[in-house]
């Protein structure tokens, strides 16, 4: 601090923004690792994006894989991200996420008491099964015992305080941050200015920007407010700012990528998304109403299917059946919102979706021959052993939207999660980010499941790191 | 100035950072609007990459497109921009340079007395025949006349002058520059600090980072030391970071354009480079050494074409006749070179390369076929009416490797070239940028010839701008 400088309000170990999974198991790694902590979180309750999520872990060489008989590699996970991230990936980054992935999943089972289903999901672009999913289907249910254990451990979250900047020392070490106090989102000047000091590190947890029209089109034009978002309403990229005006190095910032399974008919995540993820995709088929054809691997990549999506003026539906629908853990909510709707035939199904029926039978039966030879000549789509022929009803379709998802953008950071500085890609002192602020992970395409993994990896390591730094 | 800080060595209006076609004709703006104006350069001589380009200006109406009868129109030149961008582009900026195509071509042909040769070129990407080129076919035929009136205009071009950092009035406000004077490219700390102010504006006009390895690879990590550019070896990253430091806006950073026409047996642009822009594409075919065939359509966008060679272990190889290389101003020097080899036969040059011969034979009669019926049925190469069959020895051919040549990404700008606020969108005082060192107008994907525009309509808006910039 300089002479002019005001003095602090409150003094910290180490200061985290943001209280999703990376900015709550930081908080936890900090505090066991004896540092002072505090989590700053600027909308009204805890938890961001992650809490609303869909509570998916991909994990490579897990016990459930194990049971199911799944043979799965750290290797083969790294070799699926790099795949759909175009080999944009930081590569070193990515790699540390699929080999701690089993890790990760055994502190949050250990630690924090995290239930899971007793099944493995088949999420797009895994080569096999490997994704976990909580007892909830919500990220809340890993969020909720994240926010226990802070409990425990004398770790205040506190609400409704804003980042409004980094502050840094006359050496250029970040070594607080201005907060806005009793902020109440989005009104930007609301709360009162604070000045929190923190005497080893700041750790950035903010999340992406997929809420934050303006900035989301100064990277893709497209992006406009006609294109709704999964994401809470806080997402937006001011947190991510702060970082790059303290010289953080931007990665990948015009890799935003949508959802190809959120529903046409709500608004956001909403309940058709775990619908689509769990049932429409994997044991369903995805066809254009205009042809009542497939024109995509449904369980390929984000970007491959997104992009079908939204060309050629295609109107995207998924069809499946009883027997594919019994994971479907939002099915009750999606037929009393009107998000999916059931019928006793194929013929109804085509009539009131408007798909016309006789190509639409030629595609189930081309489908059906795929699954009996095991191999699906047309697009590629890796057909488990437990898919069943579509003809069981009732049937049951969901017209789909493409959304604003997930950021694949942000600030670059190195083994240690520590910010690298765009002058000399040297670690900025006393900053630190992990979770989706940080870019180069997943590329030009993060593959589903793999969000949560990568924001506990990164999370805990981030936290550990801060609470050592050499001062 | 704060009380602190050091007094100016050196007063300005206008500080031009790079000498390349869009520093210089900011420059001659500025000065032709009243201000007095400096260009600073690091490298020992002027010009930077756009004195070595091959001088190709794509024009939308043009008067050669006129007398050969060819229709065009600013709007199909920025669609054909959007569709190569992918539809990333800042499409109002894009509009600009095509609309502006014209008239920018006429002031260097009038104020500058540039001269072009008489027939239009038709580059990969672009729906018509639209590409001027200089009688010398080199950008220099171009910053020659530049420098010329730059000393008409008594504009001092300073050598050996890098800029160290961009410096800010207490308001934020961009006031001048710190510089190395005497500097020795590439050792960091050779020369004298000196600090120049800018009593207007500073231009950035430094260029794409295509040689800066460390740099590069944060944005796409394949993009290692193993892969050659075609750029000049000044074309690094300082000038593009010095600006991201004080606040601009990074866009797209991780599009990286690689050329698809350089040749495998020389380093850089080459000789090479040209002969297959202007004669083995447009006028010839390309197969993979492999298996005798096509692979890509030779005339589609950049993108679409490094990447179809770069897959699959391809050994791409252009082909073509004595016919097609009569716009080929380099042959002479690329067979003296060894880059471009001439066979009596097909089958000669089917030994020499290691195709196959059958196959190639096949490729070959396809391909008439396709220019007897007027439409490539394969590829889609758009085939125009001064195509003849490949049978006419002697035949060329030119082994391709594709390299670093384009930086899409860059500083966000609006209309009036202001660098605008990573804070808030709005331009930062004093701040203005054009050419290279810019980002949004190309999308994902820069169409040949479309560079050398961009610089010029937006360098003469920077200088006309900067002139009057309001203190």
Redesign the interface.
């Known amino acids: 601090m300089t002479n002019n400088t005001p003095p602090w309000d409150e003094e910290y170990d180490v200061v985290i923004i943001g209280s999703g999974f990376a900015g709550l198991s930081a908080a936890i790694e900090a505090k066991q690792a004896g540092a002072k902590t505090i989590v700053l979180e600027k909308m009204r309750i805890p938890g961001g994006n992650s809490a609303i999520s869909g509570g998916l872990l991909a994990v490579a060489n897990s016990e459930l894989q194990r049971q199911e008989g799944i043979i799965d590699s750290p290797e083969l996970m790294l070799d699926d991200m790099m795949q759909a991230g175009m ?5 070193e980054l990515a790699r540390m996420v699929a080999e701690q992935s089993a890790t990760v999943l055994n502190w949050t089972i250990d630690t924090l008491g995290v239930k899971y289903k007793e099944s493995l999901n088949h999420l797009g672009g895994h080569s096999v099964p490997r994704t976990y999913i909580t007892d909830t289907s919500t990220g809340s249910g890993i969020i909720q015992p994240l926010l226990a254990k802070c409990r425990e451990l004398e770790i205040t979250v506190q609400m409704k305080t804003m980042l409004n900047q980094l502050l840094s020392d006359t050496t250029g070490r970040i070594d607080g941050v201005e907060v806005r106090c009793d902020y109440l989102f989005p009104q930007q000047d609301s709360g009162q200015l604070k000045r929190i000091r923190a005497r080893k590190a700041v750790i950035m947890a903010t999340g992406g920007f997929g809420r934050d029209i ?1 900035f989301r089109m ?5 992006l406009d407010k006609s294109i709704d978002s999964t994401n809470q309403m806080g997402a937006t990229a001011e947190g991510l ?1 702060s970082a ?2 303290v ?1 953080a ?7 935003i990528q949508l959802g190809p399974w959120a529903s046409f008919h709500e608004k956001g995540w909403g309940v058709g998304s775990m619908f689509t993820l769990l049932a429409g995709f994997p044991y369903g088929i995805m066809v254009d109403a205009n042809t009542g054809k497939r024109f995509v691997n449904e369980l390929s990549d984000r970007k491959l299917r997104t992009d079908a999506m939204l060309y050629h003026d295609r109107i995207p539906v998924a069809i499946v059946d009883s027997l594919g629908v019994i994971k479907a853990t939002t099915l009750d909510k999606c037929l009393k919102q009107g998000v999916v709707k059931a019928f006793s035939s194929i013929e109804e199904l085509a009539a009131a979706d408007n798909i016309p029926l006789p190509a639409l039978r030629e595609t189930l039966e081309r489908y059906h021959l795929s699954l009996a030879r095991g191999r699906d000549g047309e697009f590629g789509k890796q057909l488990s052993n437990d898919l069943k022929p579509i003809e069981n009803p009732p049937f049951y379709s969901i017209r789909l939207l493409p959304k604003v998802h997930h950021c694949m ?1 942000g600030v ?1 950071i190195n083994e240690r999660a520590q910010v ?1 500085s ?2 000399n ?1 040297q670690p900025i002192p006393g900053l630190y980010a992990a979770g989706e602020i940080t870019g ?1 992970i997943h590329g ?1 395409s993060r593959l589903g499941s793999n969000a949560i993994v990568d924001c506990l990896v990164f999370g805990r390591i981030a936290g550990q790191q801060a609470a050592v730094e050499q001062l």
């Open positions: 080999q944009l990936n930081h590569k303006n100064t990277q893709d034009p497209r700012l790059l005006r010289g190095t931007p990665i990948h910032l015009s890799w953008g670059q690298l765009i002058s890609q180069g030009s």
